[in-house]
């Protein structure tokens, strides 16, 4: 008896999920009408390990309203803080970074933190690296461009370094260049 109820109940669970996954013919719904939207100037840096290390990533850029917001995924890092910049070459070929040239610095400004009220135009702080020695990083400024002009960040260079960026002068004691990515 029990065993020919559970039959039934569950014939009939089939039966009844059977009925309503039965793919529908239904009409194709109609393209939604995208509205225009605002022209928003984007670009990436793809990160390269400099010599010695595997530190690689993607940053990715889009200026809007006159911000410019910044995503960055970095991997490979010791855990940890790391020093973070835009510097003033968008050129990666050295093994060690150092083709990139110094901070981006169109203002001719001291090294400082990002928040702060003195800093290069390259100066980004730190990433900080967890456990595993990925970074994850979102900001928004207002002091960087990507159109043209003499704040761009285009044909530029992002660079990651092995150690803290500690605001000291000239360039925040960061050490060695660990990754380098063309702002493109
Ligand atoms: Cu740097
Ligand atoms: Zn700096």
Redesign the pocket.
Known sequence: MFKSSLFTVVFLAIVISGTYCAPAAEEPAPEPVAPPEPQAITATATLQATEGNEVSGTVSFEESDGMVSIVADVSGLEPGMHGF?IHETGDCSAPDGTSAGG?FNPQESE?GAPDGEI??S??FGNLEADEEGMAHLEVSVDFITLSEGATSVLNRAVIVHAQEDDFGQP??NAGPRQACGEIQ
Request: aromatic share 0%; glycine share 22%.
């Open positions: 910049h901070h090294h800093h290069h390259g100066d360039t925040g």
